[in-house]
């Protein structure tokens, strides 16, 4: 399996920025998903999670709120809309698929990543 994730760039302190995660061969879409970060100098930090049907979510501290995680099971695809950007949420972005259906913030959950998509927030 093989995650892209997309949709990071340059984005001012207040703005917004969707990222999508789409998984190749489509999945069964029977694992939950997660966003983590990392930023330069950090280690890496769990972002949001989502359950296999989409009907449990999970978010860290830091992005409750502001941050939803969503996802389509048809396109075998995750979403994070990120609203009300600070200049901490800069960091690269990984997605991730867990090994089971339902899942947290523990890395150690996920089985397959993705290569990351930069988000920069000026201030």
């Known amino acids: 399996v093989q995650l892209q994730a997309s949709g990071g760039g340059l984005v001012q302190a207040g703005g917004s920025l969707k990222l999508s995660c789409t998984a190749s061969?489509?999945?069964?879409?029977?694992?939950?998903m997660g966003w983590f970060r990392q930023a330069p100098g950090k280690e890496r930090e769990f972002v949001a999670s989502i359950s296999w049907n989409g009907g449990s979510t999970v978010y860290a501290d830091s992005v409750k709120a502001r941050f939803t995680v969503s996802r389509d099971r048809a396109t075998s695809t995750v979403y994070l809309q990120m609203n009300s950007l600070k200049s901490e949420d800069t960091a690269l972005y990984y997605c991730?698929?867990?090994?089971?259906?339902?899942?947290?913030?523990?890395?150690?959950?996920?089985?397959?990543w993705g290569q990351g998509t930069q988000v920069t927030v000026s201030s």
């Open positions: 061969p489509r999945t069964s879409g029977n694992n939950a």
């Open positions: 991730a698929r867990a090994r089971s259906s339902f899942s947290g913030s523990s890395s150690r959950d996920y089985i397959y």
